[in-house]
T-cell receptor, first 111, second 116 residues
Framework: KQEVTQIPAALSVPEGENLVLNCSFT??????LQWFRQDPGKGLTSLLL?????REQTSGRLNASLDKSSGRSTLYIAASQPGDSATYLC??????????FGAGTRLTVKP | DGGITQSPKYLFRKEGQNVTLSCEQN?????MYWYRQDPGQGLRLIYY???????QKGDIAEGYSVSREKKESFPLTVTSAQKNPTAFYLC???????????????FGAGSRLTVL
């Protein structure tokens, strides 16, 4: 059974800092990996989706990388802003189409 | 604007009562999903439906029931058989079902259920 782990569970940084969020998964036979943002008490918003054949995806200040062989993905946020404060979740879709979510990293960017 | 509407946003239930959470989408998506979110845990799949009048159990279906009579609607009933129903419930949809791995999930804003 695929297990998805996100470390750290919480992270606090000053505004302007570049930061990296980590996602690891136990089964490397994945179909794709998706990063989501969740604001308190709200639903999830899709940020980036990386297919298994891709190494990275970029959207604005966000860059997600995927290393299937090591079972890892990172979400890089450049020049962080207070508005980036949220919980970031990764989700892995396996080749049998089962989708597993991590518990998330709660990010706080201080002004 | 297209999207997913969940209601109510907050719901309180007494033990032994059944409650129904509403999920409506106007995105013309074929597939709809219900997830449960608990603090410190990832989302867990309760039920999903790829087409009208068809739905499948997810990992934690016990104590829950669903229906899919219309493409736009996928209500979730939390029955008295669910022993620990207090949680945040999220509805999602996509163009493809579980078998369409490339499709991005779109989520509603969630419903928070508290058992008194």
């Amino acid at each position: 059974k695929q297990e998805v782990t996100q470390i750290p569970a919480a992270l606090s940084v000053p505004e302007g800092e570049n930061l990296v969020l980590n996602c690891s998964f136990t089964d490397s036979a994945i179909y794709n990996l998706q990063w989501f943002r969740q604001d308190p008490g709200k639903g999830l918003t899709s940020l980036l989706l990386i297919q298994s054949s891709q190494r990275e995806q970029t959207s604005g200040r966000l860059n997600a990388s995927l290393d299937k062989s090591s079972g890892r993905s990172t979400l890089y946020i450049a020049a962080s802003q207070p508005g980036d404060s949220a919980t970031y979740l990764c989700a892995v879709r396996a080749r049998n189409n089962d989708m597993r979510f991590g518990a998330g990293t709660r990010l706080t960017v201080k002004p | 604007d297209g999207g997913i509407t969940q209601s109510p946003k907050y719901l309180f239930r007494k033990e032994g009562q059944n409650v129904t959470l509403s999920c409506e989408q106007n995105l013309n998506h074929d597939a709809m999903y219900w997830y449960r979110q608990d603090p410190g845990q990832g989302l867990r799949l309760i039920y999903y439906s790829q087409i009208v009048n068809d739905f499948q159990k997810g990992d934690i279906a016990e104590g829950y029931s669903v229906s899919r009579e219309k493409k736009e609607s996928f209500p979730l009933t939390v029955t008295s058989a669910q022993k620990n129903p207090t949680a945040f419930y999220l509805c999602a949809s996509s163009f493809g079902g579980q078998l369409s791995g490339a499709n991005v999930l779109t989520f509603g804003a969630g419903s928070r259920l508290t058992v008194l």
